[in-house]
Nanobody, 128 residues
Framework: QVQLVESGGGLVQAGGSLRVSCAASGRTFSSLSMGWFRQAPGKEREFVAV????????YGADSVKGRFTISRDIAKITVYLQMDRLTPEDTAVYYCAASDRFFADVSYYTVVNAYNYWGQGTQVTVSS
């Protein structure tokens, strides 16, 4: 079992920055690929970014490329999502997810079903 706890959400003005964190426990962190998803009211959960279990490969949705950065700290057993130049369209609940499945193509990690474990989510609100 893996437990994931997100933190760092909040209210920020458009153009600002925010970093959300996800602390993992219960399983060897270095064996898990970690992803971030988000879900706005009335919309489906959508992929944001993923980082490989080794931390050497990252992949992000087109909507966040150049603005969001995913990273992981093995020692702190934590994955981060640094969000810059936020817009109101980024408003959503942000979810951390972990996958113990291996896919050679990182794009397979862009779907919800690729992940075994999910956090409870943290709200990010961007005001205009």
């Amino acid at each position: 079992q893996v437990q994931l706890v997100e933190s760092g959400g909040g209210l920020v003005q458009a153009g600002g920055s925010l970093r959300v964190s996800c602390a993992a426990s219960g399983r060897t962190f270095s064996s898990l690929s970690m992803g971030w998803f988000r879900q706005a009211p009335g919309k489906e959960r959508e992929f944001v970014a993923v980082i490989s279990y080794a931390g050497d490969i990252t992949y992000g949705a087109d909507s966040v490329k150049g603005r969001f950065t995913i990273s992981r700290d093995i020692a702190k057993i934590t994955v981060y999502l640094q969000m810059d130049r936020l817009t109101p369209e980024d408003t959503a609940v942000y979810y951390c997810a972990a996958s113990d499945r291996f896919f050679a193509d990182v794009s397979y990690y862009t779907v919800v079903n690729a992940y075994n474990y999910w956090g409870q989510g943290t709200q990010v609100t961007v005001s205009s």
